[in-house]
């Protein structure tokens, strides 16, 4: 699997989502999404990622949206 974050990072950088532009949040949270998915990667460390993803869209859910903003 080709990715552009260290699989290690990813927790770190999904708790960070809330600062990252809207174009590297999507892709840090489509990265999380093919770890996830991926049964060779071990659990401990997907359930950190799913951990932090459910966590960062939580937080998106309380996000005040923009005009601008497309969800």
């Not at 532009?21 to 799913?50: C, F, N």
Request: aromatic letters at 2%; zero cysteines; hydrophobic letters at 35%.
């Amino acid at each position: 699997m080709d990715t552009s974050i260290p699989i290690e990072r990813l927790p770190e950088r999904l708790q960070e989502l809330d600062r990252a532009s809207p174009e590297t949040g999507a892709e840090i949270r489509q990265q999380a999404q093919e770890v996830l998915a991926e049964p060779t990667i071990d659990l401990p460390l997907r359930e950190a990622i799913a951990d932090s993803l459910g966590e960062a869209n939580q937080l998106l859910t309380l996000k005040t949206a923009t005009k601008d903003d497309s969800y």
